[in-house]
T-cell receptor
Framework: DAGVIQSPRHEVTEMGQEVTLRCKPISGHNSLFWYRQTMMRGLELLIYFNNNVPIDDSGMPEDRFSAKMPNASFSTLKIQPSEPRDSAVYFC????????????FGQGTRLTVV | DAKTTQPNSMESNEEEPVHLPCNHSTISGTDYIHWYRQLPSQGPEYVIHGLTSNVNNRMASLAIAEDRKSSTLILHRATLRDAAVYYCILRDVPNGQNFVFGPGTRLSVLP
């Protein structure tokens, strides 16, 4: 298995533009997590899905952020409109049941909003 | 969410054992103790996890206190490639996948 695949690896966009980050979890995994990492705030859990259903989105910073998981093999994190403070590395991770198993992380998407 | 407390940083010499402590005094009976590490410019990677008993795998050992209020990750022979941020996390199985990272411990390995 190729692991968790995120795209793009790097994204530079102008303030106000829409940004879409993509994640392909490991086949067979039924849980998916989105994280944001900055120097100031560390790794923050934004949202997680179980069986394609959002379970907890309390970490999503504001309405400009939205996440979807239309099927078991694909998820998106969208920021509209983007702001410079959204600049961070965004990680996607997946894991399988039972819940006490390891999670696998992608390589991340480095987002820069100018 | 149950919280964990780790030292901000630690230092070790190459080829020596490293003991990374974690306090989790509010742990519940259903919380699993997980350790992850993050190498520079990479996503976090799984190291080890346990519930009550000590655990060993090819990467490390996990020693869990009898009262489960603390645990220690043991790297038996540190290498330069073990320099990373190590995270101790509690995962609560029955109540969902709260999988929240704290600031972790930054481990430096000196040659």
């Amino acid at each position: 298995d190729a692991g968790v695949i995120q795209s793009p690896r790097h994204e530079v966009t102008e303030m106000g533009q829409e940004v879409t980050l993509r994640c392909k979890p490991i086949s067979g995994h039924n849980s998916l997590f989105w994280y944001r990492q900055t120097m100031m705030r560390g790794l923050e859990l934004l949202i997680y899905f179980n069986n394609n259903v959002p379970i907890d989105d309390s970490g999503m910073p504001e309405d400009r952020f939205s996440a979807k998981m239309p099927n078991a093999s694909f998820s998106t994190l969208k920021i509209q409109p983007s702001e410079p403070r959204d600049s961070a590395v965004y990680f996607c991770a997946s894991s399988s049941a039972p819940l006490n198993t390891e999670a696998f992380f992608g390589q991340g998407t480095r987002l820069t909003v100018v | 969410d149950a919280k964990t407390t780790q030292p901000n940083s630690m230092e070790s010499n190459e080829e020596e054992p490293v003991h990374l402590p974690c306090n989790h005094s509010t742990i519940s009976g259903t919380d699993y103790i997980h350790w992850y590490r993050q190498l520079p410019s990479q996503g976090p990677e799984y190291v080890i996890h346990g519930l009550t008993s000590n655990v060993n795998n090819r990467m490390a050992s996990l020693a869990i206190a009898e009262d489960r209020k603390s645990s220690t990750l043991i790297l038996h022979r540190a290498t330069l490639r073990d320099a990373a941020v190590y995270y101790c996390i509690l995962r609560d199985v029955p109540n969902g996948q709260n999988f929240v990272f704290g600031p972790g411990t930054r481990l430096s390995v000196l040659p």
